[in-house]
């Protein structure tokens, strides 16, 4: 592969450099460097030729311009075609069949300091431009971006064009995630990368990229784990929702919610949401739209929970919650995020998030709701696995069945756990929402024969909405339409 040996070296890293170096030299290498890589090399009495001797250009506005040359790129670029080499000689360019790099150090730059400044002269310009013409002619010209890779490429010289398309993705792969790091600052976002305790099973290492200061542990000796971030999204989404000026509070186990409530009181919220089914919140996930108090805290201490998260929590609050070791507590910002993404067997899917708030349109009767309610209703419905049903009082969460295959199961399953948890609610004003339409009128009947107090909150689009539409009108059931469906997979 190697057929002018001409290096182009210029790292910034420069962990093992001098072996690297010396490999080639000993393979009959010429080197040509620039700036602190030169020096590096000089001072270890390495031979090599600096790139402005080649180039006859200074470096140029405080070594901003060093490389972007045509004898650089002319060098890099051209293929092995008689056009290409005859055009190279005609202009004095030599081949370079090798680039080793590495760029500036722009995420470990934005974790030291906040000047922009010191930031922006750490975004590689000549390095980046360097790789990506390397890898458009990676079949000529092979490109390292990482020390770790040197020892591979030692062991494999002899046959190294069989690898030279795997360190051509390994460099694409190296400038993508730079330019993303540099997006996210531009864009007022630094990505890191957060160490998790482990994934959903203990065998299964895992990590999340959070976004800085988005959220810290004020108190809990153990690290998050998968599935504390996971249900804390769904706690923090349903309690942090709109804006409410009243107090939320949502409970979630195991990715789903099994209490939330709204209330003038954030205490009352708390017990309410708690009350929603008490034994599957047992080591759950708990989330406050608003700063926790003493009185909140000590409730909250009753109990056994995983993590607690709120926009903050008073002094008092802290120092309660604080004497459980093994409690997580969070101080978590509230940031909006428009996409959401999950891998699949072929990559990654990719979607808006559902953030879209529905209305509602009267069928049969009267809405007593008021909106910011409906709203809260709404959103919880979002984050309980589809084939939803959920049934709510007039400020919590009662009863929920997901991940049904069957909505006439999770109807029959949500109203059995209505049945147990709550055997006074038959007295009470309930509404029923579910995540799609009714396809048939089974599942109104059912409902009907309970003889609730009900108000029926369901989007539609089935053929039969005519029958569906007929049968409540018939039957006097209260029956709202969703503008929306609101699946969750």
């Known amino acids: ?253 195991h990715n789903i919610p099994c209490g939330a409530a709204i209330h003038i009181s954030q205490l009352e919220s708390y017990q309410k949401a708690l009350a929603g089914d008490p034994l599957s919140a047992f080591g759950g996930i708990v989330a406050f739209n608003k700063k926790v108090s003493s009185k909140t805290a000590r409730s909250l201490s009753k109990n056994f929970y995983e993590v607690i998260a709120a926009p903050d929590f008073d002094k008092e609050a802290l120092k309660i919650l604080s004497k459980k070791k093994n409690l997580r507590v969070l101080k978590v910002k509230n940031i909006k995020n428009s996409l959401e993404k999950k891998s699949f067997f072929g990559g990654e899917l990719i979607q808006e998030k559902n953030n879209k708030i529905s209305k509602i349109k009267s069928i049969n009767g009267k809405m007593s709701l008021k909106k910011e309610k409906l709203n809260f209703f709404i959103n919880i419905l979002k984050y309980i696995k589809s084939n939803t049903i959920a049934i709510f009082d007039k400020n919590s969460l009662l009863a929920q069945s997901g991940g049904q295959t069957s909505r006439v199961d999770a109807l029959q399953n949500c109203i059995s756990k209505l049945k147990q948890k709550h055997p006074t609610s038959k007295k009470s004003k309930l509404f029923l929402f579910s995540d799609a339409f009714f396809p048939f009128t089974d599942s109104l009947s059912l409902i009907k024969n309970e003889n609730l107090n009900i108000d029926v909150v369901a989007p539609m689009g089935s053929i039969n909405d005519d029958k569906i539409i007929k049968f409540v009108k018939d039957n006097k059931i209260n029956f709202f339409q969703l503008s929306d469906r609101h699946f969750k997979h």
């Not at 040509?32 to 590096?40: L, M, V």
């Not at 959070?210 to 923090?236: P, Q």
């Not at 942090?240 to 186990?253: L, P």
């Open 1 to 253: 592969m190697f057929k002018h040996k001409n290096v182009i070296i210029s790292v910034f890293d420069k962990t093992n450099l001098d072996v690297i170096a010396k490999f080639l030299i000993n393979k009959k290498f010429t080197i040509y460097s620039t700036g602190g890589t030169s020096q590096y090399l000089k001072d270890r009495k390495i031979k090599h030729i600096e790139i402005s001797n080649y180039t006859k250009q200074k470096e140029i506005l405080d070594g901003r311009v060093k490389t972007l040359h045509p004898k650089i790129f002319g060098g890099l670029l051209g293929t092995s075609s008689k056009e290409h080499q005859k055009e190279l000689t005609k202009e004095n360019i030599k081949n370079f069949d090798l680039l080793i790099i590495n760029l500036y150090p722009f995420e470990e730059t934005i974790k030291k300091t906040k000047t922009p400044k010191e930031i922006i002269e750490m975004i590689d310009i000549g390095g980046h431009s360097l790789i990506r013409a390397a890898i458009k002619n990676y079949e000529k010209t092979l490109t390292i971006v990482s020390p770790d890779d040197y020892k591979n490429f030692i062991k494999n010289f002899k046959n190294i064009e069989k690898l030279s398309k795997k360190f051509a993705v390994n460099a694409l792969r190296h400038i993508t995630d730079y330019d993303i790091a540099i997006t996210n600052w531009f864009d007022g976002k630094i990505i890191e990368k957060y160490p998790l305790r482990y994934g959903e099973n203990p065998h299964q290492k895992a990590y999340a990229n959070v976004e800085k200061n988005s959220f810290k542990e004020l108190s809990g000796e153990k690290e998050l784990s998968y599935n504390n971030i996971l249900d804390l999204d769904a706690a923090i989404n349903i309690a942090y929702q709109n804006n409410q000026t009243k107090n939320i509070c949502s409970i979630v186990k």
